[in-house]
């Protein structure tokens, strides 16, 4: 049994081949035609994709031909559904974060970084718990993701930080809070497919264990945003994520952010929208139940009664 790919056969005969343009990728002078040639010799081998391509193709994501680093993403995408996520990651991951990392961004195509986002979804789905090393070095880059002009990154951004939330619900709110800073500006923007995704985004990251005390940095701007000028928008924020946050939030965080809650959903009471108002209603007499059994668990409810029958 052969231990790796690169000592078979195949493989060598591949690469003597191909010598040129490997070296030439080794050199950091990359080659379309050597990334075109990738894609139609296909080695469906788990270890050549983590001793050779991957390591030469994530270089790659740094060229300055913007084509070349659009058939590297490609690739590692492809070879990523097909093969899975492994070892690899801890070079890929921070790889693709440091593209996007800072700003200006260092990767200048709108439509290449869009497609590092999708990539980042495939990798994420493939094993999530190969982010967990890096997991400060992907909250930091969608911080700055989200800042990004182009409209269809900001959604992706906020699909991404959603599905990151969602997967990694017990580990990702601690490094939350520069996201949800950069994600609230674009509960501003023109466009409501923005807005709308961004209140989807955040309903999953407010409420991944440690983000929630980070909702006092969205709060000015969601007083807003529950009378946002689009009907869909705030349908979106009363029917999916007030209600979301109302049924998953710890109830320390509940209790803290009792009254804004109630702010909300008494606002939601005189909507100009009948479906707003009934689940404004509906959501507003479940949460006061709830929160009675909740603090009778704690036997907070129980206290408070007996301060009211004293006081009498």
Known sequence: MVESISATETYQEFEKRNARFLNMIQDNVKSTSFLNLIRIETFEDRVLMEEKLVKRLVIVLEDQIEKNREIS??????????????EESQILLPGIAARMNSIPYPETSEET????????????????YQFLPKLGEICSMLSKAALDPNPDMKVKAAQFAGLLSRQLIEKVGGY???????????????????RKATLLGLKDVIVSRGAEPFLDDAIVQLKFSMNDRSQDVRLTFYNEVLQHWLN??????????????VLFLLNGITDEYAEIQ??????????????????????????KMSDVEQSQ
Do not use: P, W
């Open 176 to 194: 939350m809070k520069a996201n949800i800073i950069s994600m609230v500006k674009n509960l501003q923007h023109q466009h409501s497919k923005v």
């Open 278 to 303: 009934n689940k404004s209603i509906q959501l507003l007499e479940e949460h006061g139940k709830n929160m009675r059994e909740a603090l009778i668990q704690l036997g907070e409810e129980d206290q």
């Open 248 to 261: 998953s939030m710890e109830i320390n965080s509940l209790k803290q952010y009792d009254a804004t809650f």
């Open 73 to 86: 993403i490609d690739i590692i995408q492809t070879m990523t559904e097909k093969l899975g996520l492994r």
């Open 113 to 128: 970084r869009v497609l590092l986002i999708d990539l980042l979804t495939v990798c994420l789905k493939s094993d999530k």
